[in-house]
């Protein structure tokens, strides 16, 4: 079973940055379609930022301009760069497959709050 580890969240002020990364424990996973998701309290699941195996992305207008999603196959690694963050970007950020979904890691939490 694929593991997903999510890292990188932190406690930001508005119009910072993180850069957050997921790892998985078996190669070729993130051949897939990867996402970033997040989840604020209350709310249901998001997904905010999208990757196919050729490298095309998509986003929401919600983070669009502000957020960057990249992978590195050879490391099975997929980043999120978060940029001019705001208030209502708080909440835990996950990622995982589109399509091929597996257990869904911990997430990080990411705070912005002055």
């Known amino acids: 079973q694929v593991q997903l580890v999510e890292s990188g969240g932190g406690l930001v002020q508005p119009g910072g940055s993180l850069r957050l990364s997921c790892a998985a424990s078996?190669?070729?996973?993130?051949?897939?379609?990867m996402g970033w998701y997040r989840q604020a309290p209350g709310k249901q699941r998001e997904l905010v930022a999208t990757?196919?195996?050729?490298?095309?992305?998509s986003y929401p207008d919600s983070v669009k301009g502000r957020f960057t999603i990249s992978k590195n196959n050879a490391k099975n690694t997929v980043h999120l760069q978060m940029n001019s963050l705001k208030p209502e970007d708080t909440a835990v950020y996950y990622c995982?497959?589109?399509?091929?979904?597996?257990?869904w890691g911990q997430g990080t939490q990411v705070t912005v709050s002055s």
């Open positions: 995982n497959a589109v399509a091929y979904q597996v257990p």
């Open positions: 990757i196919t195996s050729g490298g095309s992305t």
């Open positions: 078996r190669s070729t996973f993130t051949f897939n379609t």
